[in-house]
């Protein structure tokens, strides 16, 4: 399989919310995710109000969300500048949302919490790729979890935080929780051709265009385990942007030449949809369509 398209970026997520007016109030008042569209049924929002980024719908029946199943592990939501980082940090600090962890991962920094149905966030900023560390034989990144120097991070914005995130705020990854990391391995990189970029016990990161990981896999909590389901809070689609319809086509060759869990489907032109092993669901459209 070729490797996917270098300029790969991930569009938009939709998540399954129990309360939307809950949901949404969290995602504009908190975290700073600006409201763009609203029905009694769905919301859309994102740091720019010309493409939506986070999609929420909600759920007529909800039950609680099973710990140990598969699904999402957290959305993380890439800051352009530290500074940027640092006033987000301020923003959820003053709204009485807890902090669930802070870390240094060598690439990136990044703080942690829940959104109110359990839905991890990752909000962070990377460091400049020069700086990432590399292992002996060159290939990948090494990333490693420390303590942050949360100290230092938020000296970068001592103002009031505004009411919204930067809009080159952007989902830098998606980390999702798999029954088995080996296995969907082998999808998101022989099937996708996305490349491996790192290994730790039970997770392993992929990415397009040499970025530290676009996708994150792990089973510290759910291997060997099933989906949630669907009445339950989760992600339902991750939508990810190719730079043209070559890239797409290309996708597709490398997807008939395979055997994807569940088919694919092309749907049109400019759009090819498909199901990763753990059966969550993947567009991949062409930017600008």
């Known amino acids: ?51 939506p980024a986070l999609l929420l719908n909600d759920l007529a029946g909800p039950t609680p ?44 920094e990044a703080l942690y ?18 700086d990432w560390q590399r292992p002996a034989d060159g290939h990948g990144v090494r990333m490693f979890t420390l303590p942050l120097d949360l100290d230092d991070l938020l000296a970068q914005y001592n103002g009031e935080p505004s009411a ?13 929780k798999v029954a088995d990391v080996p296995r969907a391995v082998a999808f998101y990189r022989d099937a996708l051709g996305l490349e491996e970029q790192a290994t730790i016990p039970s997770a392993a990161f992929l990415s397009a265009g040499g970025y530290h990981h ?39 060759r490398g997807l008939a030449r395979g055997s994807s869990p569940a088919g694919f489907q092309r749907e049109g032109a400019t759009a090819l949809s498909v199901q990763d092993p753990d059966g969550e669901a993947l567009l991949f459209s062409v930017s600008g369509a």
């Open 65 to 108: 969300l099973p710990p140990g199943a598969t699904g999402l592990f957290h959305v993380a939501w890439l800051h352009p500048t530290r500074a940027a980082l640092a006033e987000t940090v301020r923003r959820i600090v003053a709204g009485g949302w807890p902090l669930e962890g802070a870390s240094d991962h060598g690439v990136s």
């Open 214 to 252: 676009h996708v994150g896999l792990n089973s510290w909590q759910s291997a060997g385990a099933r989906s949630a389901p669907d009445s339950a809070p989760g992600l339902r689609r991750m939508e990810f942007e190719l730079s043209g319809v070559d890239a797409l086509d290309a996708l597709e």
């Open 1 to 51: 399989m070729e490797s996917i398209d270098p300029k790969l970026r991930i569009r938009a997520v939709t998540l399954a919310v129990a309360d939307l007016e809950r949901s949404v109030e969290f995602y504009e008042r908190v975290l700073g995710l600006p409201l763009i569209e609203r029905d009694e049924h769905t919301a859309q929002l994102g740091p720019d109000r010309e493409r």
């Open 164 to 176: 919204s995130m930067l809009a080159q705020t952007t989902i830098g990854h998606v980390h999702l």
């Open 113 to 130: 919490l829940s959104d109110p149905d359990g839905l991890g966030i990752e909000i962070y900023a990377d460091r400049p790729r020069e």
